[in-house]
Every structure is written in C-alpha cells, then in structure tokens.
C-alpha cells in the first residue's frame, strides 16, 4: 500500500534507520554541490536547493521552497560507498626474519543506509551488483557494504539538462529494488510525501512513521511528476544497435575531434556510478619492516593503466576515449550482459570542456554507413 507521509516524517524516518544501526548517508550541500554524508535528520537535507547542470557546468540555485529532494544528482554516487576510492588491502610485518600478513579489508563499523537514491543510481548499483557479485569473481569488499544496504529511492520530479535516463530505460521511475521509494511533491497547495515499501524491511520503517493511505487523486499527481521529469529530459540516447555501432566504427573520424577536445582528466571515469576499474599500490615504511597493499580508484584515461612490459597499450587520447566510450555502451555489453551507463549525465556535467557521449554516439551514428576508414 502506498501511504501519504507529512515532510516532518522524513526526519523521523532518518532516526528510524539510525536506532536500527545503520550509518545514515544522504545528501548535503557542501563546497556548492550536493555530495553525499552521513546525516543526523532531516536539516542535513539540501532544503530548499536545486542544481542547473550543463555540458561542464554545475550551479546550485534556490529550488521550489522547502523541497528536500528538489535537485537531481550531484558529482558523487553511492559507488563512493560500496567501491570506495582506497582500501587498504592488507598490512604486513617483518617478525622474526618473516612477513606476516595482518588482516584483510574490514566491513565499515555499521551497515549503511543510503538515503534519497534516484532511479538511475539504483540502476547503477544493479550494474556494479554484476561486476562485483555475479561474475567469475566476488569481490569481498564490495560484498559486505552492499549485501546489508538499506535502500530508500526518492523518485525525480524534475530533471537536469544532462540526464537522458529515460532514453536509456532506467528512470525516472524507479524499477529497482529498494526497501522504501519516496515520491516529493511540492506545489502551491503543499508539501508531502507518497512512500511505498519494497519488502519487510520497509514495511518495519514505514510502519513507525505518521501516514495516511494515499488517495487515488494523491496517487496521479504523484505519478505525473514523474512522467514531467521524463518529459523534460532534453538529451537522449539511441540504444538501438549501439553496440555494432560501436564494434563497426573504430577507424571513425569523429574519433580525432573529440580526442581534440578530451584533456584525458578522467573526471568522466572518476564521477560514473558504474565505472569500477582500480590498481593495487604496494608501500612499505623507511624500516622496510611494514608494508601495505592498498587498492585504488584508477581510470582508462589514465596512460599508466594500459601500461604493459614497455609502454602503454593505449597511447593517445583518441585510443582512451574509444576505449571508455566503447567499453561503457558495446562490449559492457558482452561482459555484463547490460550496458554500462545508466544515462545519470554526471560525465557530461563534469567534463571540464563539456564532452558530451550523446553527441559523440549522435556523430557517429550519423555517418554509420559512410565511416571514414582512413583516420
Ligand atoms: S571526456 Fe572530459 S572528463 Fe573525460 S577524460 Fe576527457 S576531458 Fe576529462
Ligand atoms: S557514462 Fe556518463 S551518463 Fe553514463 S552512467 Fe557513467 S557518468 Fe552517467
């Protein structure tokens, strides 16, 4: 049953979550953005926010009064969580002429509960949930943040000039499993909520919070603020084929023009909720008798990655970005059985020269069958 909830029952349900246990994470506004935290209640929420996002541009602006989910996403995802940055792999120490390993990656303190996930996002924990858990190998890591995650989605009524989820068929509506999804409405005639649980759990939370069952009235305007944030989206990405597209046309010259333009910052790589790739640095103190093996966020983009026996496999940046773009939308596709964007527009709103991957799929699909073979 779907309920209506007073906006006040948001706090109410942080606390919920964090007398269950959990480290509660949800958005914040700090540094201009909105990144994700651990909060307390609900005056951590950007209240009163919304963000204006283009091609390499991102402005916070006052947004509809009192709304506390009234922006669409910001740089981070939940990836920053269940993937982080760094993890120190093990530690070792010399003891008596030998090394000896000391411990393995620990689970954080309290299990997580990630509040105000948008549609998209819970499609790219779907995605990571292949890389990391369904294939040839579980990562532990990842496992054990993932595995006891309590999930409430916050469905978007609104959406930033980058997002073209709705092309790619993963939002705005959530479709994911979530243990509560939230709809926001605010307009001239109030403020509330609509909730619906997605399991036990949920139910458990939402049955500690002050609710009414939603009328069918309630229920229309809920589902046609979704449909308006679909009906804004104004990039969109044509998946019909695009993973021939891709295959057939790695000679193409709109290759050069966007490596051009590509600074090969990694920012793209950095800001995906789905991109996973890492590498393991080794250290060890001046005694020489501690070491450390710490796994790290790394990018395509980078030169050293495709680094073997001698020099770098991939060595400009027009090799880079066809790697990236054609890994994330074509051979993702082979690996994982999906593709590997879930159309969330963070590369195209963190790209400091505004490279958009709609319009670089657009440029090439446009000449499909007239590719240039000569570059
Ligand atoms: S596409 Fe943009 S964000 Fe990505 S590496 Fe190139 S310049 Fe950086
Ligand atoms: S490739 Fe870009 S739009 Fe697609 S999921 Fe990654 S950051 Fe989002």
Redesign the pocket.
């Known amino acids: 049953m779907q309920a209506r909830l007073a906006p006040e029952e948001i706090d109410k349900l942080i606390r919920a979550l964090a007398r269950r246990g959990y480290a509660v994470l949800g958005p914040t506004v700090r540094d201009g953005a909105v990144v994700y935290d651990e909060i307390e209640g609900a005056k951590d929420l950007p209240r009163g926010w919304t963000d204006e996002q283009e091609a390499g541009r991102y402005r916070l602006k006052p947004g509809p009064a009192g709304a506390l989910f009234g922006y669409t996403v910001g740089p981070q995802s939940w990836k920053k969580y269940l993937h982080p940055a760094q993890v120190k792999l093990f530690e070792a120490d010399r003891q008596d002429g030998l090394f000896r390993i000391l411990g393995s990656p620990a689970p954080p303190a309290r299990p997580y509960a990630f509040l105000g996930v948008r549609a998209c996002e819970l499609a790219a924990i779907a995605v990571q949930d292949r890389v990391f858990l369904a294939d040839r190998f579980r990562d532990p890591v990842y496992g054990a943040r993932r595995t006891p995650v309590f999930l409430v989605a916050v469905q978007c009524t609104q959406a930033a000039a980058t997002c073209f989820c709705a092309s790619m068929g993963t939002g705005p509506e959530v479709r994911g499993a979530a243990d509560l999804t939230l709809t926001e409405i605010v307009n001239g005639e109030g403020h509330w909520f609509l909730a619906e649980a997605g399991g036990e759990r949920g139910q458990e939370v939402l049955a500690e919070l002050d609710r009414q069952p939603a009328t069918e009235e309630e229920l229309r305007r809920a589902r046609t603020a979704v449909e308006s944030a679909a009906a804004q989206q104004v990039r969109r990405m044509e998946t019909a084929g695009i993973r021939d597209l891709l295959y057939q046309n790695f000679e193409h010259p709109r290759w050069d023009q ?1 490596a051009a ?9 950095m ?1 995906c909720p789905t991109c996973f790739c890492t590498t393991v640095e080794d250290a060890s103190d001046v005694t020489g008798d501690h070491a450390e093996r710490w796994r790290r966020w790394d ?1 395509c ?1 980078t030169l050293t990655f495709s680094y073997i026996h001698g020099g770098s496999v991939r060595s400009s ?1 027009k090799a ?2 066809r790697q ?1 773009l054609t890994h994330k939308l074509a051979s993702w596709i082979d690996q994982f059985g999906s593709s590997g964007c879930v159309g969330c527009g963070r ?1 195209i709103t ?6 958009d ?1 709609t319009e670089e799929v657009q440029a090439i699909r446009g000449t499909v069958n007239h590719g240039n073979t000569d570059a």
Do not use: E, Q
């Open positions: 966007v333009r590509c600074l090969t910052c990694a920012n793209c790589t800001v990018s983009f940046s880079r970005y990236w590369c963190w790209c400091p020269v505004g490279i991957l």
